[in-house]
């Protein structure tokens, strides 16, 4: 069955930082979905990649699908503490990442 | 607030004992998905319910056993449950359950402890 990595499990930066999470399929995806889940929180829906080599912004967010659409890459400039938090990746299939977990030194 | 809202958002329990889960969506969505949050561990999904119809069991143990009345209600009836099965619920409902329409917007859970 398809199998999801998502890398790296955790990272710890400092405030101004840039950050990167990537996630690698076995199969070829459909699409692909992040979402984000505060400590204590619950997953929030960020952003939805549809096409080969789509690329997504929002503010200082950056989200690309790859070319083969087999990975996905969600990418943070200049961290604050607010983006601390799991950033999932979640297939389309209901099978989702196992996580990054981003902690922001201030 | 996702408009999805889930009771209790606390429950402790023990092995012997007989609970509910409920989730409720505001939202006019067709699919509604139970999933199991452990620490670190992926989310699970257990179950998928499109239109009222079950569509996916995770190969989820009989101790859990979902129940929808219908598209904006969601149960998952527990009993006789182990330790092991202490995690946070997340409740999650979609339009649809095809591509483009599998959006998820989750409940904030319910965090349940067996003792």
């Known amino acids: 069955g398809q199998q999801v990595m998502q890398i790296p499990q955790y990272q710890h930066v400092q405030e101004g930082e840039d950050f990167t999470t990537y996630c690698n399929s076995s199969?070829?995806?459909?699409?692909i979905q992040w979402y984000k889940q505060r400590p204590g929180g619950h997953p929030v829906f960020l952003i939805q990649?549809?096409?080969?080599?789509e690329v997504k912004k929002q503010k200082r967010l950056t989200f690309q699908f790859g070319e083969a659409k087999k990975n996905s890459s969600l990418h943070i400039t200049a961290t604050q503490t607010t983006d601390v938090g799991t950033y999932f990746c979640?297939?389309?299939?209901?099978?989702f990442g196992q996580g990054t977990t981003l902690q922001v030194k201030p | 607030e996702t408009g999805v809202t889930q009771t209790p958002r606390h429950l402790v329990m023990g092995m012997t004992n007989k609970k509910s889960l409920k989730c409720e969506q505001h939202?006019?969505?067709?699919?509604m998905y139970w999933y199991k949050q452990s620490a670190k561990k992926p989310l699970e999904l257990m179950f998928v319910?499109?239109?009222?119809?079950?569509?996916e069991n995770n190969s989820v143990p009989s101790r859990f056993s979902p129940e929808c009345p219908n598209s904006s209600h969601l149960f998952l009836h527990l009993h006789t449950l182990q330790p092991e099965d202490s995690a946070l619920y997340l409740c999650?409902?979609?339009?649809?359950?095809?591509?483009?329409?599998?959006?998820?917007?989750f409940g904030a859970g319910t965090r349940l402890s067996v003792l």
């Open positions: 939202l006019g969505h067709n699919a």
């Open positions: 999650a409902s979609s339009q649809g359950t095809r591509l483009a329409k599998n959006i998820q917007y």
């Open positions: 990649l549809v096409k080969s080599g």
């Open positions: 979640d297939t389309g299939k209901l099978i």
């Open positions: 199969t070829t995806l459909s699409n």
């Open positions: 319910y499109n239109f009222k119809e079950q569509t």
